[in-house]
C-alpha cells in the first residue's frame, strides 16, 4: 500500500512528462516553422517534421491529427509569442496600447508590438500564401478576420482618447492594410529594412493617416463611412 510520501513523486513525475510534452510539441512546431520557411507548404510533409523534430511521425499524428492542423497551431502560436499565452488582445503589449494616455504613444506602442509578431508570424503566412491548396483557404480566411477584429480593437483604444481624422471603418481597414503580413514581408524580405526601421516606419505613417493633426479644422475631417 502507497504512503503519502510517493504522493510528491509521483507529482514530480507528471510534471517532469507534463514538461518533456509540452518540450516534444514546441520542436514540432518549430520544426514545421523551419520547414515552411525552406520547403514551402507543399514541401513540409508529417514525415520530414517528425525528423526535423527528432520524433516518430505517429508523435506529430497525435498531437496534430494532420498538417493542416499543425500549421494552424503554428500560426497560433507565432501570433501569440507562446502556446500558453492568451490571445493577443489579452496581452500586455495590447493593455498597453489601451492604456497609454494618448494617440501618439498608443500608435508607437502597436507599430511595436505588431512589428514584433510579424517577425514570428510573417515566415509562416508568406509560405501558406504561396501555397494553392484548397484546404488553406479557411485558414487563411480566418486569419484575415482575426486580424480586422484587433485592428478594430485597436482603432476603438485611439477612440477612446480622441478623435480621429479618419471614421472607425476606414480607420480599421486602413490598419488592416499597412499592418499586413504582405507588406511586412515586402519590405522586411525584398527592401532589407531591419525591425526597427518597420516599426518606426509603420508608426509614423499610421500617425499621419489616422490621427488629427495639431490646429486642423474639425469641419474638414471626412465624414463617417455609411459602411
Not at 29 to 42: F, H, M, P, S, V
Not at 116 to 134: T, Y
Not at 138 to 162: Q, T
Request: no cysteine.
Amino acid at each position: 500500500m502507497s504512503s503519502e510520501r510517493d504522493t510528491p513523486r509521483r507529482a514530480y513525475r507528471s510534471d517532469w512528462r507534463r514538461e518533456q510534452a509540452q518540450e516534444t510539441r514546441r520542436r514540432m512546431l518549430d520544426a514545421a516553422g523551419k520547414l515552411l520557411a525552406q520547403r514551402g507548404y507543399a514541401g513540409t510533409t508529417i514525415a520530414a517534421v517528425a525528423a526535423e523534430a527528432g520524433v516518430a511521425v505517429e508523435t506529430v499524428y497525435a498531437a496534430f491529427r494532420n498538417k493542416r492542423s499543425l500549421v494552424g497551431e503554428l500560426v497560433r502560436t507565432s501570433v501569440r509569442g507562446d502556446g500558453a499565452a492568451p490571445p493577443a488582445a489579452a496581452q500586455g503589449g495590447a493593455r498597453a496600447v489601451a492604456a497609454a494616455p494618448g494617440h501618439a504613444e498608443q500608435v508607437r506602442l502597436f507599430a511595436a508590438d505588431v512589428s514584433a509578431r510579424l517577425e514570428r508570424v510573417g515566415p509562416v503566412l508568406e509560405a501558406l500564401a504561396a501555397a494553392p491548396d484548397p484546404e488553406l483557404a479557411e485558414l487563411r480566411a480566418n486569419v484575415d478576420r482575426d486580424r480586422l477584429e484587433g485592428m478594430r480593437k485597436f482603432v476603438s483604444a485611439l477612440e477612446r482618447r480622441g478623435p480621429l481624422a479618419v471614421d472607425a471603418a476606414a480607420a480599421a481597414e486602413t490598419v488592416w492594410a499597412l499592418a499586413s503580413p504582405e507588406l511586412h514581408s515586402l519590405v522586411r524580405g525584398r527592401r532589407g529594412w531591419s525591425p526597427a526601421r518597420y516599426a518606426t516606419w509603420l508608426g509614423e505613417t499610421l500617425a499621419a493617416v489616422l490621427l488629427v493633426r495639431p490646429g486642423a479644422d474639425e469641419d474638414s475631417r471626412p465624414a463617417p463611412s455609411e459602411h
